[in-house]
């Protein structure tokens, strides 16, 4: 134990149950959940973020040295609430007591035109999520201590990710399905993601950080190569497509050299990760199960 308090908001979420159980090894751990616990450990808070006095009473009681901010996903109902005012109240708690604040954004922010996105690069949404979330960066900047984690499609081998397993179910009932080949993601490994927050928690940083992996895949080919790890063997009803550029960003492409030299946490690639691990036999659990 490294003797901090950390509050993880949304320890229920797919990153914040990965993260939780990773932290609690280190850091005396507070985490939040709303409508479900699959964690059910002690630690566990129930919080709803836009109660601006529940979450100043519960970072007031816990006195957290770092607050990690998970909550804020394109799945929450009331999702402009919950990400901008959420963020707004989380971020003015944080200020109050002088907690370090580590938020999760989004490479959904950009439109997709200006590939590769360093650092400097403004956020130029396109969709209502990549609008809540631009605005959310705004309010954490705000506070002096705080780090933004940009960053890319979430997936695990433990559990499945949430668009992997939404996939999976339409595939298995027969409903079309398109992947998109003109989409270009830097997908991140759920373990990454989540030892480089807890590497950012311990160390100086400040100011927004690009964290993803840095193997640049097609929505296609990540689609296709997790479909292939969880032995998803249903295709009839896959289609190989376009997205709209007008209404989804296409290259939202990552530029990794900041993260390359600030952490510690290796950014794999999603080949070096399936290349570690050999298919499931009977560990498989879907991100909703
Ligand atoms: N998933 C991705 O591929 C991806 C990609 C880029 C960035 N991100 C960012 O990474 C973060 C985590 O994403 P995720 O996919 O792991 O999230 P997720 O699984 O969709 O979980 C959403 C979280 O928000 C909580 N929540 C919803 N409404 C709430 C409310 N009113 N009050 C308090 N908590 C509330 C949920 O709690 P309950 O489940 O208990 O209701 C849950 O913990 C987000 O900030 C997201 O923007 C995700």
Redesign the pocket.
Known sequence: MNGMRLLI????????RYLTRLAVADFEVCY??????PLGLPQGEW????EETAVSRLVHTFRPHVIIH?????????MYN?ICR?TAHVTHAARAINARLIH?????LFDGRHAPYTESASPSPLHEYGRA?AAAETIVSQHPDHVIIR????YGLHEM???TAWIARALQAGKPVVLFDNQRRNPVWVETLARACLELATTPYVGILNVAGRQVLTRAEFGLRLLDWWQIAARETLQIGKADGEKWPLDCELDLQRATAVLQTPLYGVDEVLQRFTPPECTRKT?DS
Do not use: E, P, W
């Open positions: 908001t949304g320890g229920s979420s797919y990153l914040g939040t959940y709303f409508q479900n616990d919080l709803d973020v836009r998970t909550i804020g996903s394109n799945r929450c109902d009331d919950v959420g999760i954004s989004t490479d959904a979330k960053t890319s499609l979430i990710d949430h668009s991100a």
